[in-house]
């Protein structure tokens, strides 16, 4: 794969526009990847300026180290569930702006090594990088049956999610990812095989790495970074991400409760910047159809909270 079809930005001008206040502030960059949208918000940005960039993947912060030679970016490896603990507490309350791409990068996806696509045959790993154990082997192999398949129906959102669980078990043990498809096509026949396929495949991968969990951490431990005025922008690419974020940006809790303080002043840590997510045009989705299914928001922090 060549460098320049590791990953295509999505939304690179939107992202730009809704994420910078500050040309000299200091940003974060929580899914760096290729680094693509890091580059253009260096060239936006002011000699002052700094970027911190986080991946958890090795492949993903090799690749920027061979793209982007700037002083100004830093990259950082983790996981940005612990995003507060891995910034400095003296940045702590100094961010302008924290971004955060969700998911993999069309490279992770493409590398059937990875695990991550069922269109070749490769290992069941499916992990964005190796801070953890968690493998999609370990969750098709000793997971039980109601687990799996409430994990099927919940992160994929897969109506026939009891018999691919149940053909899953019976299966056992499964090897490489050709052995998960075969579990999909004995029960998915016809035209709705490739969809239920992309829904398990999802699901597994959402397990393997807590990706809601660590979402709803970020988010968290992001309003500890920023400064009052400070943006978060999200892209998300399913609704249970979306959701989680809308909620988040609204009501500062991922219920979507709005809750009060002793005084009964509403507590609302975030200004959304948007009632509908932002969507990719025809063009660039004719360009790069990753970008078809993405939604950005963006919330400011509030300086103080806001009375009833
Ligand atoms: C959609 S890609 C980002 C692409 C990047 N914006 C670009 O333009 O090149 C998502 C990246 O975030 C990383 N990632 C996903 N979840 C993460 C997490 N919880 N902690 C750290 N990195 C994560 C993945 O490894 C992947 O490289």
Not at 191 to 199: G, I, M, N, Q
Request: charged fraction near 25%; aromatic fraction near 6%.
């Amino acid at each position: 794969m060549t460098s320049e079809t590791w990953h295509i930005p999505v939304m690179p001008a939107e992202t730009i526009e809704w994420l910078v206040t500050d040309s000299d502030g200091v940003y974060i960059d929580a899914t760096l990847g290729a680094g693509g949208h890091s580059a253009l918000l260096l060239q936006q940005l002011g000699s002052g300026a700094q970027v911190f960039g986080i991946d958890q993947d090795d492949e993903a912060l090799a690749e920027t180290a061979r793209r982007i030679d700037d002083e100004r970016l830093k990259t950082v490896k983790g996981n940005f569930g612990f995003i507060a603990t891995l910034m400095h507490p003296g940045l702590h309350g100094k961010i302008s702006g924290i971004l955060f791409d969700y998911g993999v990068s069309s490279h992770q996806i493409d590398a059937p090594e990875r695990g991550f696509t069922f269109r070749e045959d490769g290992p069941l790993d499916m992990r964005m990088g190796n801070l953890s154990s968690l493998t999609a082997r370990d969750v098709v192999n000793t997971y039980p049956f109601e687990r799996l398949r409430n994990l099927l129906f919940e992160y994929g959102e897969e109506r026939r999610s009891s018999a691919i669980a149940r053909q899953i078990t019976e299966s056992r043990p499964l090897e490489s990812t050709a052995d998960l498809r075969k579990c999909v096509e004995a029960v998915i026949r016809g035209p709705h095989l490739v969809k239920s396929l992309a829904r398990v495949f999802q699901a597994i991968r959402i397990e393997v790495n807590r990706e809601l969990e660590m979402l709803r951490n970020g988010l968290d431990q992001s309003l500890k970074l920023l400064k009052p005025g400070g943006r978060i922008v999200t892209i998300a690419y399913h609704s249970l991400e979306d959701r989680l974020v809308k909620n988040f940006f609204r009501t500062g809790n991922f219920g979507g409760k709005q809750e009060k303080d002793f005084y009964g002043n509403i507590i609302r840590p975030l200004q959304p910047l948007h009632n509908r997510p932002v969507t990719a045009g025809d063009a660039e989705i004719q360009l790069n159809p990753r970008a078809r299914s993405a939604r950005l928001r963006a919330a400011e922090k509030n300086t103080e909270e806001v009375p009833k």
